[in-house]
């Protein structure tokens, strides 16, 4: 499709409107039922509950609207209308006061005092979770750490294997990255750079985000889309330093998730200890995280694992409607 100029035209207007930062995401209505320092858990709540509740954890490097981009562009807002009650694990913004902050203390502490909370509050004894991208990582972490109310696991483009995590994991080498230098000089690792870096994985991504805009400009619904995806894209979170440097180190440098060896706070991380059903579902254009890093957990985990795919990239899957139809089905399965 070629855009015409009159088209062109009305999109470049659009544009210097700075629709962006205009945009509002994370629309769908919520309670704050628990809070933890900066975290918190938030609510949504069906008209009518037809189905369990899933507790859904997400990135500690982004905020949690991704699950909740646009109307009819969310994935809470489909799971609430199907009559799921859903609790969402809002990591809130690291500051310079948290770069000390261990691994272990967003792993086992601030998410574990969440889903239980999540499960007292809906009332249950078990409790669906979910986790996406690295939110599924320390979900799965702390699942395999600290059994407790949760019931099975569904873990969303969800990196395990990060030696197979394509252009990310040769720039994440030992001999490429120099960690503790970066995390030295920043303490916390800056949402720009993370962004740059995401950015310099396929260079080719931004000119082609604004050839479809230009292509579909005409579109309204697309436009606002596209504007709420470019708004999260750009609202990053600073990475709490000593965390970064144990994730960086544990699961970049050592891919201790798969080979093992991997101590955090003075015990054995080891997938292998999970017992609860998971189900791993990859993204069929993820240049991320790569389907043969997301369903290495069959490899890995201690309980049965169902693989799959969704079409969609690494965040756009979440703006389409074959993600929240994968969950439900899973849900009520």
């Known amino acids: 499709m070629v855009a015409t100029f009159a088209q062109t035209a009305d999109t470049l207007a659009w544009l210097a409107n700075d629709p962006v930062s205009r945009v509002r995401t994370g629309q769908t209505p ?7 320092q900066k975290a918190c858990v938030r609510y949504f709540a069906p008209a009518v509950v037809q189905h369990p509740p899933v507790f859904c954890v997400m990135p500690l490097i982004n905020t949690w609207s991704v699950f909740d981009l646009a109307p009819g562009r969310s994935v809470v807002e489909s799971l609430t209308r199907a009559g799921v009650p ?19 203390h967003y792993v086992d502490t601030v998410l574990g005092r969440c889903l239980r ?14 986790g996406y991208c ?25 990196p395990i294997d990060f030696h197979q995590s394509g252009r990310l994991s040769t720039w994440a080498k030992p001999a490429n ?33 604004y050839k479809a805009l230009f292509e579909r400009g005409g579109d309204p619904a697309f436009r606002e889309l596209w504007a709420a ?7 990053g979170v ?3 330093g000593a965390t970064y440097r144990e994730y960086v180190r544990g699961c970049y440098f050592d891919n201790a998730l798969v080979t093992g060896g991997w101590t955090m706070a003075g015990r054995a991380v080891n997938l292998g200890a999970a017992q609860i059903p998971a189900t791993t579902l990859a993204a069929t254009d993820d240049h991320i995280v790569p389907a043969a890093a997301a369903h290495a957990l ?9 693989t799959g795919l969704v079409k969609g990239g690494h965040v756009g899957v979440c703006a389409g409607s074959a993600l929240p139809a994968a969950i439900l089905e899973w849900l009520t399965a």
């Open 134 to 158: 690295v939110g599924g990582t320390f979900l799965a972490l702390h699942l395999a750490r600290n059994p407790g109310p949760a019931r099975r696991a569904f873990f969303l483009a969800t």
């Open 117 to 130: 909370r999540a499960v007292r509050h809906a009332g249950v004894e078990q409790i669906d979770v979910l």
């Open 229 to 235: 995806l470019e708004s999260w894209n750009r609202d």
């Open 238 to 240: 600073d990475f709490p």
């Open 86 to 104: 859903v609790y969402i694990l809002d990591w809130g913004r690291a500051g310079p006061e948290d770069a000390e902050l261990p691994m272990a």
């Open 30 to 36: 919520n309670q704050i039922v628990f809070r933890d």
């Open 298 to 306: 069959a490899g890995v985990w201690g309980g049965n694992v169902t």
């Open 177 to 209: 990255f120099p960690l503790d230098a970066i995390v030295d000089g920043y303490r916390n690792f800056p949402k720009s750079k993370m962004l740059d870096s995401f950015q310099w994985l396929r260079p080719m991504g931004n000119p082609a985000k």
